[in-house]
């Protein structure tokens, strides 16, 4: 799940709790929900508009690298620019992405990792077994491994974190639906997980707070503080302000901090980032809006600014089962209408178009970006065979929450004129989409930016506001999730996604990037995924 106390400077409620909600009051068997109960994270959408270039390192593709460290001196000390803050630091019971964003890998580890690609890399486990049936794993961990406090961490703690995550129907609880039992063996160092039906979602799942570690022992305020095993601990934490990291002294791995202190500054409005960039009150901005960054894409000599690769899916859905839009050829002829060259030029070319469902980190991926190439001949035609034409369009209204703006309505509602669509752009406020698409399902076409990763479930839920329903994909996806191997898993999901996209429930107008920037100096802050997961073990500043 991802945040947000407020999106675009909104202050509150977190969204995906109001969502979340709304999920468990009609929750499903439990099938279908992997990772988080809900993939509609709306206030994940932070800027509308990026300017980025693909990251570029020699020894790490997807991390910032700049700078000689031998003829200058590292600072002990680096200040780091982010948009959306935590309300507080209860990882177990709050939800909202800027927790797993600063915390997971930081301050708490998990028995395993993701890495920079979106895949699973060991951590507090070093390695792990997988029985044939692919309902037993057994995990063999490190050794010597300590908390923060100085408690030494064992395969106990780790089987009574899970398990009191089951017990006590911690965030995310839902994603551990097939765990039959963890247990732990001290003797031997491991921790054996036995699942009542197989699911090669697992692992990855365990990346996030399910597989998150915690101290039995420990006595402390989760809400303000924080006793991990990763490389920093928490020194002090404001409110809506600020986080400040220190090294972890007792830190037991192979990724000890590389900088002494690391202090988090958040900076909801967009315009006193930038300034803080500027002043040097911050070496690193993450987000930082299109129109905003030209100064410092201009100013190659102080600053670079870096496209980051992330899982968000703007998805324009069309209500399966709605009047107007039940009719295949009408939703076949809109995505034949949608430039997404266009759309994705007008937020400064840094989004990468998107064909289908599952975008390029995620399992499965395939590109179907060739499906409807846009062709307004071929969309004409459709729209001619369903009894429409530009001089007899067809009325529809597309729904979204306001904190995408309006460009984006202005743009499509101009795109699908040429082929007789008179769409009725209603954009509102977050609430109220949640009351009548979410919930009520009461829309001809919506707008969403889907930040989750592994969120394909979605279309395999015919309860899902999509009102998508199709037999095979619910298959496909079923055995998929059953599959014992990652490249029979990644087959499947493919084959799914693929019907998915014919189908045309949507149109995925693009995978929307994040821009980094950061003063020239700074090296080893990570560009891809840096909105949901942050390691900054390997930050370093030289001045």
């Not at 460290?69 to 620019?81: E, H, K, L, Q, W």
């Not at 630091?89 to 600063?102: A, E, K, P, W």
């Not at 309902?135 to 961990?141: A, I, P």
């Amino acid at each position: 799940m991802s945040d947000n106390n407020g999106a675009h400077g909104q202050t509150g409620a977190t969204t995906d709790s109001s969502l979340e909600g709304r999920v468990k009051a009609r929750k499903q068997n439990g099938r279908w929900w992997l990772g988080a109960i809900i993939g509609v994270i709306v206030a994940v959408a932070i800027i509308i508009g990026v300017n980025l270039a693909k990251p570029k390192s020699s020894t790490n593709p997807s991390v910032i690298g700049t700078g000689n460290a031998a003829s200058v001196s590292a600072a002990d000390t680096v200040t780091i620019g982010l948009k959306l803050a935590p309300t507080n630091l209860d990882i177990r019971n709050t939800s909202g992405s800027t927790l797993d964003q600063i915390l997971i890998g930081n301050v708490y580890e998990g028995l395993v990792a993701r890495d920079e690609n979106n895949q699973v890399v060991p951590s507090i486990a070093k390695s792990w077994d997988e029985s044939k049936d692919g309902l037993t794993y057994t995990f063999h961990l490190n050794e010597n491994m300590t908390f923060s406090n100085g408690d030494k961490l064992t395969a106990e703690d780790v089987a009574w974190s899970i398990n009191e995550l089951i017990k006590n129907q911690y965030h995310d609880v839902d994603s551990l639906s097939m765990v039959k039992s963890v247990a732990s063996d001290d003797n031997e160092n491991t921790v054996t997980i036995t699942l009542k039906t197989a699911n090669s979602n697992l692992l990855w799942t365990l990346t996030g707070r399910p597989g998150l570690v915690f101290d039995k022992d420990a006595q402390y305020d989760a809400k303000t503080e924080a006793i991990g095993s990763g490389p920093y601990t928490v020194a002090k934490f404001v409110t809506n302000d600020s986080i400040t990291l220190t090294a972890n002294p007792k830190y037991w791995g192979a990724h000890k901090a590389k900088t002494e202190n690391v202090i988090i500054k958040y900076l909801a409005d967009d315009n006193a980032a930038v300034n803080a960039l500027k002043s040097g009150t911050v070496q690193v901005l993450a987000p930082i809006t299109e129109n905003l960054a030209s100064p410092f894409t201009s100013d190659s000599e102080h600053y670079t600014v870096k496209a980051g690769d992330d899982t968000d899916k703007y998805v324009m859905a069309f209500n399966s089962k709605g009047k107007n839009t039940s009719d295949k050829r009408v939703r076949q002829a809109i995505r034949y209408a949608i430039n997404h060259e266009e759309l994705i030029a007008s937020r400064g070319g840094a989004d990468k178009a998107l064909g289908g469902p599952i975008p390029s980190l995620d399992p499965g991926y395939e590109d179907l970006t060739g499906l409807y190439p846009y062709d307004l001949d071929k969309a004409k035609s459709l729209m001619a065979e369903a009894g429409y034409t530009e001089s007899k369009p067809l009325a529809l209204t597309l729904t979204y929450a306001n904190i995408y703006g309006t460009e984006l309505g202005d743009q499509l509602r101009s795109q699908l004129a040429k082929i007789g669509i008179d769409l009725k752009v209603n954009v509102v406020e977050f609430s109220t989409w949640l009351q009548d698409v979410y919930t009520n399902k009461d829309y001809d076409i919506s707008l969403v930016d889907h930040n989750e990763s592994h969120d394909f479930y979605q279309w395999a839920d015919p309860t899902y506001y999509y009102n998508y329903d199709n037999k095979d994909v619910q298959d496909l996806y079923e055995q998929a999730i059953a599959a014992t191997s990652d490249d029979e898993r990644d087959e499947l999901l493919a084959k799914a996604a693929k019907i998915v996209s014919e189908d045309a429930p949507a149109d995925w107008l693009f995978n929307y990037r994040v821009t980094t920037v950061w003063v020239n100096g700074v090296s080893g802050f990570p560009v891809n995924l840096n909105q949901t997961f942050l390691p900054l073990y390997n930050v370093t500043y030289t001045k």
